[in-house]
């Protein structure tokens, strides 16, 4: 394949920009696409832009605007194969993981999104006393800011566009720089479903010069972002003096915690997928799993032979699970936590062994599936999102001491719990800090529940419901009728 060449996608139309940045695939670490590296002029046009088409957006029926996220949808999916490799391109994860879960779900999303509004009803009261009839109206807010990180692309993106979208609202989107092609592609089908030009607009670029213009512009008074916790406190500070609404959906450093009579049948496969599944790039993995002593060794043995079972290597391939980490620098990062833990005296039980990868992926950012115990609760990699194939496994005694130690970090974005005894489960779930809890299982999500961070993971938890009101302003309209 060629090199691509992204261009930023501004009223309907593919155009250019002055300066470029390479985008390489994580699978060879050669450059394949090259991306805007869009600044302030570009995100200033972009917003002008979306501020024209949004009085006529905003004014489309809502029944409009769905038939064609429909079709958006329709498209998508028609579409799978080649979006599920041009997203294993962008990112390192294997084809059949894009093609299984990051695509449909993109999918899903918008068409979630598109019927869910359907059904958004408004509020009303009549005061008898004094007979008046009040009654809200939901309002788009305006120009909408949407920044995503690259772990799960389109997935995340969708998941911001949909709900803005069927409000009413345009956008300008800013993915990261580091997979920006599939989201080009996608404005592609945006324009093959009939989406009125500059509803949806994407600068791609850096975050310090793309998404710091949007997050700064005074004509966007929405942002939605997802990315780390450190990232947010940047965006907080820039948007502080234009009291924009501010949605952040951050890091996490998700306990598993796994009772003596949990069924390791269930638990063991769930649980190397929990930890390993997309290299560990997915916000909602485990990372650091507490066992209890009774089952520690046994587990321990038995989850370090699957994990060693895993293939790494070519993201082409049907029978790789780990793909390539995201880029370079990433995986000098995590391999650095790996560093830190043989410096601590900890056990690095599997991930080092010699990889086996095919002749063009010898210059990919791979790494195997790693597991670690013997570390100590207050560890960097034990407080730390690491972000990549890396796992502690720490013993526990009781389960009050669990819920201490699993509450002891600053994050508190997911946890999974694994008992067949169930008040174990409703017990334990209940005391965590954690947005999610999954019992006996984990990611399966119903976006009709809320979603999100506690503490350090993120500012609210939303459900589709919420993310509806998030994207609009309601209103009270108070009529006296006597
Ligand atoms: P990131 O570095 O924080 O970047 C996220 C997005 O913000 C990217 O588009 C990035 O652009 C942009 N950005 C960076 N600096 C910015 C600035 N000063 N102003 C405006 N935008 C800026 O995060 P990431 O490394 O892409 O993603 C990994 C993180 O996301 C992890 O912490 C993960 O846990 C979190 N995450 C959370 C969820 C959730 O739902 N809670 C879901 C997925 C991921 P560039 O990349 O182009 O610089």
Redesign the pocket.
């Known amino acids: 394949m060629s090199e691509i060449k992204v261009q930023n996608f501004i009223d309907g139309k593919f155009v250019g920009t002055e300066k470029y940045l390479d985008s390489f695939d994580p699978s060879t670490g050669e450059v394949w696409a090259k991306i805007p590296d869009s600044g302030q002029t570009d995100v200033d046009t972009a917003v002008k832009v979306a501020k024209s088409a949004f009085e006529k957006w905003a004014s489309t029926p809502v029944a409009e605007r769905s038939k064609i996220m429909m079709k958006i949808a329709d498209l998508l999916e028609s579409r799978l194969d080649e979006f599920a490799e041009l997203e294993s391109r962008d990112q390192g994860k294997p084809v059949w993981l894009a093609k299984s879960v990051d695509i449909p779900r993109a999918v899903y999303n918008l068409r979630f999104f598109a019927t869910c509004a359907l059904h958004d009803l408004n509020r009303s009261s009549h005061m008898q006393a004094v007979d008046a009839f009040n009654y809200t109206m939901k309002m788009p807010v305006g120009v909408a800011g949407l920044?995503?990180?690259?772990?799960?692309p389109l997935y995340?993106l969708t998941?911001k566009l949909a709900p803005a979208m069927i409000t009413g609202n345009t956008v300008v989107a800013?993915?990261?720089?580091?997979?920006?092609v599939t989201a080009w592609k996608l404005a592609e089908v945006f324009n093959h479903a009939g989406l009125p030009a500059g509803v949806v607009n994407f600068v791609?670029?850096?975050?310090?010069n793309?998404?710091?213009?949007?997050?700064k512009h005074p004509d966007v008074p929405v942002v939605s972002?997802?990315?780390?916790?450190?990232?947010?406190v940047?965006?907080r500070i820039?948007a502080a003096p234009y009291s924009k609404k501010l949605s952040?959906?951050?890091?996490?450093k998700n306990p598993g915690i796994i009772f003596d009579d949990a069924d390791l049948e269930k638990c063991i496969p769930t649980t190397i997928r929990s930890s390993f599944m997309n290299q560990g790039?997915?916000?909602?993995c485990t990372s650091r799993l507490y066992v209890q002593r009774g089952i520690y060794q046994t587990f321990l043995d038995r989850f370090v032979a699957e994990a060693k079972k895993l293939v790494v290597g070519d993201p082409k391939s049907p029978d790789t699970f780990t793909g390539a980490l995201?880029s370079k620098e990433?995986l000098a990062k995590v391999k650095g936590y790996v560093t830190i833990a043989r410096q601590e005296g900890a056990t690095i039980l599997c991930g080092e062994e010699p990889l086996n990868l095919p002749e063009r992926n010898k210059t990919g950012y791979f790494m195997r599936p790693t597991v670690i115990s013997d570390v100590g609760d207050s560890s960097r990699l034990v407080t730390e999102?690491i972000?990549g194939p890396v796992v502690c496994v720490l013993p526990f005694d009781t389960v009050q001491e669990v819920i201490e130690r699993a509450n002891a970090v600053k994050y508190g974005?997911a946890a999974t719990v694994w008992s067949t005894n169930v008040n174990t489960l409703h017990t334990v779930s209940q005391k965590l800090h954690a947005?999610t809890v999954w019992a006996n299982c984990w990611m399966v999500r119903d976006l009709n529940m809320p979603?999100?961070?506690m503490k350090e993971?993120?500012t609210g938890r939303e459900s589709a419901k919420d993310s509806i009101e998030f994207f609009t302003e309601e209103k009270t309209i108070c009529v006296k009728l006597n």
Not at 210 to 215: C, F, T
């Open positions: 920044i995503s990180p690259w772990n799960l995340l998941f800013k993915p990261s720089e580091m997979t920006s791609f670029g850096t975050g310090p793309a998404g710091d213009a949007i997050v972002f997802t990315g780390g916790t450190v990232t947010a940047k965006l820039a952040l959906e951050l890091g996490g790039e997915i916000c909602l995201i990433h999102e972000f974005l947005g979603f999100g961070g993971s993120g």
